[in-house]
């Protein structure tokens, strides 16, 4: 069975109303940050009114946020996975001494997508329906479990929501949702907001980061 035919064989008015109630979450957090930064505004008027440069244009992206978790459906990407890159720069001194530290901001990585065997879907409870774009993302930016559970020309399903965010992937014949409250083994945590509108990683050698060696990690994890 095709990789297709399997993804539009599921429930998917099963898996969408999954999809919403994940997304009225994030759709409930919009709205509170969008009052909050009404709020804050209001008060910033009179009390520091050189600070209404970040509070106005805060309040104007939650209400975009807002208005396009509701009015936008779901995005799926499938796409086969050309190849696997992780790139790292050392630790800084700060957390050099300390093995048990869980930063990890200065590890990429990267699932570079074959752009052909690249689609993009919209997604309802009628299921999946193609759509045409001329934008194929050069990369996507993954967490380390969605790193280590796929190889090389593996095919893969991201889930966006209408704000270009991670919520879910497809895996083992099932969808699974990138909840803050759910685990994985080992009490690892499932996280979310990896975007869809990715900027390049520009000039990464000159910024000090090194492309490690296919099923290499950063020197951390051996410690």
Request: without cysteine; charged residues 20%; glycine residues 0%.
């Given at each position: 069975m095709s990789f297709e035919k399997e993804l539009s064989n599921l429930d998917w008015k099963k898996e969408y109303a999954s999809l919403q109630a994940l997304l009225s979450k994030d759709l409930h957090m919009y709205r509170i940050l969008m009052y909050t930064c009404v709020a804050c505004a209001l008060i910033l008027l009179f009390v520091f009114q050189i600070a209404l440069i970040i509070a106005l244009p805060a309040a104007a992206y939650f209400w975009y946020a807002t208005h396009t978790s509701k009015k936008k459906l779901p995005i799926g990407i499938s796409f086969a996975l050309l190849r696997k890159e992780c790139w790292n720069r050392p630790r800084s001194p700060f957390y050099k001494d300390?093995?048990?530290?869980?930063?990890?901001?200065?590890?990429?990585?990267?699932?570079?997508?074959?752009?052909?065997?690249?689609?993009?879907?919209?997604?309802?409870?009628a299921g999946l329906k193609k759509y045409t774009t001329d934008t194929i993302a050069k990369h996507f930016i993954v967490y380390e479990y969605i790193f280590d559970a796929f190889e090389k020309g593996q095919q893969v399903f991201f889930i966006f929501s209408p704000t270009n965010d991670l919520v879910a992937f497809y895996l083992n014949k099932k969808i699974l949702p990138l909840l803050v409250t759910s685990t994985l083994e080992k009490g690892k945590e499932y996280k979310t907001s990896i975007s869809l509108n990715q900027v390049p990683l520009k000039d990464i050698n000159r910024d000090g980061f090194e492309l490690l060696k296919p099923g290499e990690k950063p020197e951390r994890y051996d410690a």
């Open positions: 300390d093995p048990e530290s869980l930063d990890d901001s200065y590890t990429f990585y990267l699932f570079i997508p074959d752009p052909s065997h690249y689609t993009s879907y919209t997604i309802s409870e």
